[in-house]
């Protein structure tokens, strides 16, 4: 597994799946856990080479000496220096859930760098888009006839209230099928650097005036790609996102949850494969 080395030396890793010629796609994921849950994302890596960072103290990437250094801000200096690794004047990249804070932050700071940006189920407090409880339960409603519903709703109601911290019991509302392999996937997939994920939004992290500021001379074009039934990053919210971008695109992908390269491959990888594809 191939390494870099951040701006304070720490040593971090990354994955190159697909084969062929042409840049990488740089996909940062969310979390911060490791990049592994991302697989290929569907069968990208058929139609793109991808380069997958395993953000630090995650994956195969040594912890910090600077707990402090956890923060989204300071991640994005990581990914800085992955371009530079790769030997990129600009990059297609992408960012999932949280990882979108960070790739979003990237083009607020490095806009001249990108050459297109793709945000799938973002994350959105570097622009300080807040989900109400009432558009969590909009989106939370498409779901009433599954059988799993009325146990999850109340779990998701008392979490509303801050009366509730069962945040496994809402879990199937995050897949577009709550079957054997999503439950096996949801498994592998949770953080286990807790200090990683605390520190992440920690104060100092976001600055959503001047981001959002910065964000209009973002002019290469964005995706914005989320499920229909993504609790995390409901429809409305990526919606009101991709307004602060120039040229983006918005795409909800039907029957999804906040994963939909596992909900549909073939309609998810369809729908990012042509976006990179354009010139």
Known sequence: MPTYSAPDGTPLAYRVLGEGDGDPVVC????????????DLGGLSRHRRLAVPDLR????SATPEDPASYRCDRLVDD????????????????GHSAGANIVTQYAARHAHRLHRLALIGPGTRAVGLDITGETRR????????????PAAFAALEAITEGTGTDWDA????????WDAAAQQYHTA????????????????????PATRKALTDVTVPVLLLTGEFDLNSPPE??????????DARLVVQPEAGHYPWLDDPERFVTVAADFLAQP
């Open 57 to 60: 103290g995650t994956g195969r």
């Open 189 to 208: 997939s949770r953080p286990t650097n807790m200090e990683a994920v605390t520190r992440f939004g920690e104060e100092g992290a976001f600055d959503p």
């Open 170 to 177: 809402i879990s199937p509302f995050f897949y577009g099928r």
């Open 28 to 39: 940062v994921p969310g979390g911060p856990t490791d990049s592994r849950y991302l697989g």
């Open 237 to 246: 919210v990526t919606a009101e996102c991709a307004e602060l971008f120039p």
């Open 138 to 149: 909009q989106v939370a409603g498409l779901r009433k006839n599954e059988p799993w519903f």
């Open 79 to 94: 990914i800085e220096s992955l371009r530079v690794h790769l030997g990129l004047d600009r990059i297609d990249l992408l």
